[in-house]
């Protein structure tokens, strides 16, 4: 798609955190979802640092916290993994996304930039905050 438009888009963006105790306070970066309305794209890419995790709570649900970080990317995605979400815009299911929430798995403060491939700028964003 982004061979069809070459100007730059706005881009909105959110990490994905994980909070293992939430009453601690403590998180540690696992992901981040991408939506850029221009191009009714919306993606989430997740790294989960099991060791980094596990340092913060060695009691972790690690399967769990690896299903809810599947389940962000699936809801991306859309279709029957999506559930209710599947019909929804790209728009609709960002905002759900980012809803904040107090569950071992947060979305963090939403930030904006410019982007021609926001596909790419998924792959950036979790390198750079994520890995």
């Known amino acids: 798609m982004s061979g069809l438009h070459n100007g730059r888009d706005v881009f ?6 994980v909070v293992p105790r939430v009453e601690r ?3 540690i970066n696992a992901g981040v979802v991408v939506y850029c309305h221009a191009r ?4 989430a890419r997740t790294h989960l640092d099991e060791a980094r995790l596990l340092a913060l709570d060695p009691a972790a649900d690690v399967e769990g916290v690896r299903a809810a970080l ?3 990317e699936g809801v991306c995605r859309g279709g029957a993994q999506a559930g209710q979400a599947a019909g929804d ?3 609709r299911r960002f ?3 980012i809803a904040p929430r107090s569950t071992v798995v947060q979305p963090g403060p939403v930030h904006t ?3 021609c491939d926001p596909a790419g ?3 950036r964003l979790l390198e750079l905050l994520v890995r």
């Not at 909105?12 to 955190?17: F, H, M, N, P, Q």
């Not at 009714?40 to 993606?43: A, I, K, N, R």
Request: charged share 25%; no cysteine; hydrophobic share 45%.
């Open 89 to 91: 815009d790209a728009g």
């Open 12 to 17: 909105e963006y959110a990490l994905l955190k």
């Open 25 to 27: 306070g403590e998180m």
């Open 113 to 115: 930039g410019l982007t």
């Open 70 to 72: 599947g389940a962000v």
């Open 95 to 97: 905002r759900w996304l």
């Open 40 to 43: 009714h794209f919306v993606e």
């Open 121 to 123: 700028e998924a792959g």
